[in-house]
């Protein structure tokens, strides 16, 4: 079955820039979406189709996706920033996901 | 406002069924497939089911750890998904969450505890 992998946790001081990657074999060929899960609340979509942006998701926000390796990057992170992230992809009509990423600011 | 209302979740023995429910409002129900995501205590998100719209059939489709227990199904009229589970197995206790599914899961409900012990 296909893997997603995530680094188990980033950190970056505040005003920062962090970047959370996430490896899959031929990733560059999917597309990749990005969610956002603070404690206690349910997951957001923070960044879809590779590097797209939901209305209301601040710019800070952006993704990309080659190769083997999707990234999410926060720009000018802020202490709300702080949450687990997860990537997600389809394989053969199945969803999978990466086991997430928590992202401290420090 | 997008708003997606899973219940039914609960204590259950295992080896019992129970059946969880998605209540969606605010956008065109029958334009997107629904998944069920569940996340197990202190774990990561875990895939679980999704149905696809009518256009495209409203097939399914299982994560392997599943698949022969549980049913996914939708009732467009009531804007509401199911999700039938079977033989439920201590391994199923996690938080399970409904998703509105365009490609991305864009909308996300707050989720409903299931428990299975004895």
């Known amino acids: 079955s296909y893997e997603l992998t995530q680094p188990p946790s980033v950190s970056v001081s505040p005003g920062q820039t962090a970047s959370i990657t996430c490896s899959g074999y031929?990733?560059?060929?999917?597309?990749v979406a990005w969610y956002q899960q603070r404690p206690g609340q349910s997951p957001v979509l923070v960044i879809y189709?590779?590097?797209k942006r939901p209305s209301g998701i601040p710019e800070r926000f952006s993704g990309s996706n080659s190769g083997n390796t999707a990234a999410l990057t926060v720009s000018g992170t802020q202490a709300v920033d702080e949450a687990d992230y997860y990537c997600?992809?389809?394989?053969?009509?199945?969803?999978?996901f990466g086991g997430g990423t928590k992202l401290t600011v420090l | 406002e997008v708003q997606l209302v899973e219940s039914g979740g609960g204590l259950v023995q295992p080896g019992r069924s129970l059946r969880l429910s998605c209540t969606a409002s605010?956008?065109?129900?029958?334009?997107?497939?629904m998944t069920w995501v569940r996340q197990a205590p202190g774990k990561g998100l875990e895939w679980v089911a999704y149905?696809?719209?009518?256009?495209?059939?409203?097939?399914?489709e299982y994560a392997a750890s599943v698949k022969g227990r549980f049913t996914v199904s939708r009732d467009d009229s009531k804007s509401i998904a199911y999700l039938q589970m079977n033989s439920l197995k201590t391994e199923d206790t996690a938080v399970y969450f409904c998703?509105?599914?365009?490609?991305?899961?864009?909308?996300w409900g707050q989720g409903t505890l299931v428990t299975v012990s004895s």
């Open positions: 997600q992809a389809w394989d053969s009509s199945h969803v999978v």
């Open positions: 998703a509105g599914d365009s490609g991305s899961l864009d909308y």
């Open positions: 605010g956008f065109n129900f029958g334009d997107y497939a």
């Open positions: 189709q590779d590097s």
């Open positions: 149905i696809r719209s009518k256009p495209y059939g409203a097939t399914t």
């Open positions: 031929k990733l560059g060929d999917k597309f």
